[in-house]
């Protein structure tokens, strides 16, 4: 089955015309890995029917929430890889959790199987390569709240097969694993025992503790655990320094991704980034890359969009589609190609390459 889309690198003049930017910022766009920490559409696809191999247009609520991706989207925007997430009900008790998230793993894995002429699971860096040599998107699995599989010690064991190369450890809800940064939660318990026994489970199967959405003290209890196993990694998040926000990592943390390797994704709604929420602009996230890149480095930016987790995504940049109007804005910003290039995939590209080769 292959998926028809507008091929842009046969007219990237073409393309800068349309998104008013420069051919510059399009060109190295289209001659760059562009790879997502964590897109969230799926979960539509479970709640709706959402068909992520169909095109869709905006939406009901104009690209708001829903409808930022779909498959022949993500190709004509040259989107390279991306991190596609399965998230977790925290609202099934445990057994049906984990029964769920086998049999979404399933249609997951049936999906992308259907498209395997565009698309191709990876697993690692060097299958990321080689997908991309074929022409293919590098498709990694995520999970968003690890209670997916806590109803037992041995129900990791689900993970075995190394599919999922990132597990978000809580979500918008605390769980028996920890404390999540939201709100919702009253005070901030870090992680349980029984969490850091679970990250130290997926160290050990080389898989991602991902520190999105965690509390301050459950970032660091995580950090204590995972020691030099593995880089930290963060997906989708924004930064204090560039806006003061509960979601957000403060620059303590931003320094202590950096000194392990690895690598933040900033994600795209607005009022995380700081604007109001109907009003948002793309700069905002060039802010906050650029606040990681001053205070750890530039091996430690990357994009980790959080489409279609019910966010409301900059007004000048609404879909994928748009994407390469923040290489125009670095660009503007003085920032040099190599740099932009890492921003866009490499830093998540050697991080991987790091713990799983």
């Known amino acids: 089955m292959a998926l028809p889309y507008t091929d842009h690198t046969l007219d990237p003049g073409a393309w800068a015309k349309e998104l008013a930017i420069s051919r510059e910022a399009v060109e190295l766009?289209?001659?760059?890995?562009?790879?997502?920490?964590?897109?969230?559409?799926?979960?539509?696809?479970?709640?709706?029917?959402y068909d992520l191999r169909a095109r869709h247009d905006r939406g009901l609520f104009g690209a708001s929430f829903y409808s930022h991706v779909d498959f022949p989207r993500i190709l004509e925007a040259k989107v390279t890889g991306a991190i596609w997430v399965i998230t977790t009900n925290p609202f099934k008790v445990a057994s049906e959790r984990e029964t769920a998230f086998k049999e979404n793993l399933?249609?997951?894995?049936?999906?992308?199987?259907?498209?395997?002429?565009?698309?191709?699971?990876?697993?690692?860096?060097?299958?990321?390569?080689?997908?991309?040599?074929?022409?293919?998107?590098?498709?990694?699995?995520?999970?968003?709240?690890?209670?997916?599989?806590d109803a037992s010690p041995g129900a990791i064991a689900a993970l075995e097969d190394g599919t999922i190369v990132r597990v978000t450890l809580v979500h918008l809800t605390s769980s028996s694993l920890g404390c999540t940064s939201s709100p919702l939660a009253r005070k901030d318990e870090g992680l349980t025992t029984k969490g850091k026994d679970y990250a130290a489970a997926l160290c050990d199967r080389k898989i991602f503790v991902d520190l999105?959405?965690?509390?301050?003290?459950?970032?660091?209890?995580?950090?204590?655990?995972?020691?030099?196993?593995?880089?930290?990694?963060?997906?989708?998040?924004?930064?204090?320094?560039a806006h003061d926000h509960w979601r957000n990592l403060d620059d303590d943390q931003?320094?202590?991704?950096?000194?392990?390797?690895?690598?933040?994704?900033?994600?795209?709604?607005?009022?995380?980034?700081?604007?109001?929420?109907?009003?948002?602009?793309?700069?905002?996230?060039?802010?906050?890359?650029?606040?990681?890149v001053n205070v750890a480095g530039e091996d430690h930016a990357s994009l980790g969009s959080d489409w279609d987790g019910a966010i409301v995504t900059p007004r000048d940049m609404p879909t994928c589609l748009e994407l390469p109007k923040l290489v125009d804005i670095m660009l503007r910003r003085g920032w040099k190609p190599e740099r932009v290039q890492k921003v866009l995939g490499e830093n998540f590209l050697r991080v991987v390459e790091a713990l799983r080769g």
Request: glycine share 12%; net charge neutral.
């Open 106 to 149: 399933a249609e997951l894995k049936e999906i992308f199987a259907s498209v395997s002429d565009q698309f191709a699971l990876v697993k690692t860096t060097a299958e990321f390569r080689a997908a991309r040599a074929a022409g293919k998107h590098g498709a990694f699995v995520g999970v968003q709240g690890g209670n997916a599989l």
């Open 254 to 292: 931003v320094r202590a991704v950096g000194k392990s390797g690895g690598t933040i994704g900033v994600m795209y709604e607005a009022t995380f980034l700081g604007d109001p929420k109907w009003s948002g602009k793309a700069e905002r996230i060039v802010d906050h890359l650029e606040h990681i």
């Open 29 to 49: 766009y289209l001659g760059s890995e562009v790879i997502d920490l964590h897109v969230d559409s799926f979960i539509w696809t479970r709640i709706f029917g």
């Open 212 to 241: 999105a959405h965690v509390s301050r003290r459950g970032f660091w209890d995580a950090v204590d655990v995972i020691g030099s196993s593995q880089p930290l990694l963060v997906t989708h998040t924004g930064v204090c320094g």
